[in-house]
């Protein structure tokens, strides 16, 4: 089955910087890339999603890219705020509807 | 339209009690899944649905059960809770194929005592 790896587990910034964080899977069968965003104590809910046709989506101040090649894709936050803390899972699509997510990573934004 | 909606949002249950983990949507989704939260370990798939009649097993599971009489809903039946089981619990629908947004419910938190 898909191994899921997100690095790194927790990520502190400044208000304004940027943040990246990064995906890794180990099934090149994969085809969709979804990251989900949980607040705390919240449902998770999809912010980006890229399929493995494209290198790059953005939408305002988030974005994803694929390098299927290497199997890894990653989120990039521009510009952060205080209402990105949360704690963010990437969920590659091994087949059909299932997710295979990550352990999380915990983004905290210090203003 | 409600969504995805959970209950009960908070269960306390004694080691060797069963119970029913209810959850509904109303946008006509084919796929259902059942999801537990355990900290450091992200969200774990305990069994999924393609359509009323069809279930099938996830990545854990063990001591729960699921049916699907209905398109609406896809409750989690836990048949002997055991502590190891304490845990947050997501119910999440979408349409059926790759790439379709899955919408989750609010959750029910568990404790088994």
């Known amino acids: 089955g898909e191994n899921v790896e997100q690095h790194p587990s927790t990520l502190s910034v400044q208000e304004g910087d940027s943040a990246v964080i990064k995906c890794t899977y180990s099934d090149s069968a994969s085809n969709y890339f979804p990251w989900y965003k949980q607040e705390l104590g919240k449902r998770p809910q999809l912010i980006i999603d890229?399929?493995?046709?494209?290198g790059e989506k953005k939408d305002q101040r988030i974005a994803v890219t694929l390098n299927k090649t290497a199997k890894h894709f990653s989120l990039h936050i521009t510009e952060t705020q205080p209402e990105d803390s949360a704690v963010y899972f990437c969920?590659?699509?091994?087949?059909?509807?299932?997710?295979?997510f990550g352990a999380g990573t915990i983004l905290r934004v210090k203003s | 339209n409600a969504g995805v909606t959970q209950t009960p949002k908070f269960q306390v249950l004694k080691t060797g009690q069963s119970m029913t983990l209810q959850c509904a949507q109303d946008m006509n989704h084919e796929y259902m899944s059942w999801y537990r939260q355990d900290p450091g370990m992200g969200l774990r798939l305990i069994h999924y649905s393609v359509g009323a009649g069809i279930t099938d097993q996830g990545e854990v599971p063990n001591g729960y059960n699921v049916s699907r009489s209905t398109t609406e809903d896809f409750p989690l039946r836990l048949l002997s809770a055991a502590p190891s089981q304490t845990s947050v619990y997501f119910c999440a629908s979408s349409r059926l194929g790759q790439g379709y947004e899955q919408y989750f419910g609010p959750g029910t938190r568990l404790t088994v005592t």
């Open positions: 890229i399929r493995s046709n494209v």
């Open positions: 969920a590659p699509v091994e087949y059909g509807n299932k997710l295979v």
